[in-house]
């Protein structure tokens, strides 16, 4: 596992201690939370956290105690803890959160794939994109790979009601396990943390020839072949490279 979880929490501690400074937390419970936040917010915004994860520093622990105040019992947390885990363990280990291609990514992506060619799907949440993908090129054969377990389990309940087309295989795996020589195409859409070593692998397995697509995250330092606009606000183009690439 990574350690992107050490830098949050140990900004809510110190924030929390600097707040017991001036507030204590069992007088003034309410009062300690929302200065625990400010300073939180302070603290992240001093060592250039930016966005919308100041948000999440200022409301975390006010909400954490407003929760707590509900009398919520323990076990939702630990429901809710294993739904998380379950659905979206990479947001903690590989800062890629659980989310899906557009149809547009999804049209883009049929027209541009070879006739008869196989695609690995690195990271495919619920199997959406590799579904609609299969429908739409059943030429195509897709190896769809998900290491986060319910993920991978809505993944396969997805494929088993979709009549289980024999172009997808869903496959519980890393990405980082699986050999990409295999593949003539290698599709991505993860986030802008993984992908200096989604290049390194690529350069390291992939075919000569074959193709690398991004769903808007770029490789940094090398511009790709070829940049489809995607038209959203969040999906903006789909961006592929070639394994002999030339750097522009
Ligand atoms: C942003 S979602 C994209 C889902 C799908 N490819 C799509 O475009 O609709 C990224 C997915 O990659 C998965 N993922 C991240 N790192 C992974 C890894 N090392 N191995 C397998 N899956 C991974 C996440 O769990 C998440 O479900």
């Known amino acids: 596992m990574g350690r992107r979880w050490f830098k949050p929490v140990l900004i809510h501690l110190a924030a929390a201690l600097l707040a017991w400074f001036w507030i204590a937390p069992a007088v ?7 200065l625990q936040g400010i300073a939180a ?28 105040q509900l ?3 323990s076990w939702v947390y630990l429901v809710a803890a294993l739904l998380l885990i ?19 990514a999804v049209d ?4 541009r794939l070879p006739p008869g060619g196989s695609l690995l799907e690195a990271g495919c949440a619920d199997a959406r994109f590799a579904l609609a993908l299969a429908t739409l090129r059943p030429d195509l054969s897709i190896v769809a790979c998900e290491n986060a377990l319910l993920a991978w389990g ?37 986030s802008p943390a993984p992908m200096a070593r989604v290049w390194q692998q690529f350069q390291r397995q992939g075919r000569p020839g074959s193709l690398l697509l991004s769903n808007t995250f770029i490789v940094p330092g090398v511009a790709p072949t070829v940049s489809v606009p995607l038209g959203g606000p969040l999906q903006q183009a789909l961006l592929i490279w070639n394994h002999d690439y030339e750097r522009h």
């Open 154 to 190: 809505w993944a396969r309940l997805r494929w088993w009601r979709a009549g289980r087309p024999k172009n997808v295989c869903i496959v519980y795996a890393s990405l980082w396990s699986l050999n990409w020589h295999d593949y003539d195409a290698v599709y991505t859409f993860l």
């Open 108 to 111: 883009a992506v049929a027209e």
């Open 41 to 68: 917010t302070l603290i992240a915004w001093l060592v250039r956290e930016r966005g919308w994860r100041l948000a999440l520093y200022a409301g975390f622990c006010p909400a954490l105690l407003g929760l707590l």
């Open 86 to 104: 379950g659905l979206a363990r990479n947001a903690a280990t590989e800062s890629v959160p659980f989310y899906r291609s557009s149809q547009a």
């Open 28 to 34: 003034a419970p309410l009062a300690w939370a929302g």
């Open 71 to 73: 009398g919520v019992p």
